[in-house]
């Protein structure tokens, strides 16, 4: 089997996520071919497949800004309508 194929099985095996690193490490451990991270980055540049990354949420503000925000706007007290 070409390293092309072994690239491409491998990457929709992972369901797109995998990046060259860890396949050319499925490569290597499977003893098909030795191949690098770089020779595998370029077949995939070749083909146009890009791994697809998944995003953490992250909060971008410090907890100094958060308990500044909470100074201006305290906590209202809400009073039901229902009489």
């Known amino acids: 089997m070409k390293v092309t194929d072994s690239v491409v099985k491998i990457f929709n095996e992972s369901g797109q996520l995998y990046g ?7 490569i290597n451990r499977r003893g098909e071919d030795k191949v690098s991270q ?3 980055l370029g077949i995939m540049k070749k083909l146009g497949i890009k791994p697809q990354y998944i995003r ?10 958060l308990l500044q925000r ?5 906590p209202q007290a809400f009073q039901s309508r229902k009489a």
């Open 20 to 26: 060259s690193p860890k396949i050319a490490a499925l």
């Open 38 to 40: 770089k020779y595998v």
């Open 56 to 65: 953490h949420r992250t909060n971008h503000h410090g907890i100094k800004k």
């Open 70 to 74: 909470a100074e201006k706007h305290p």
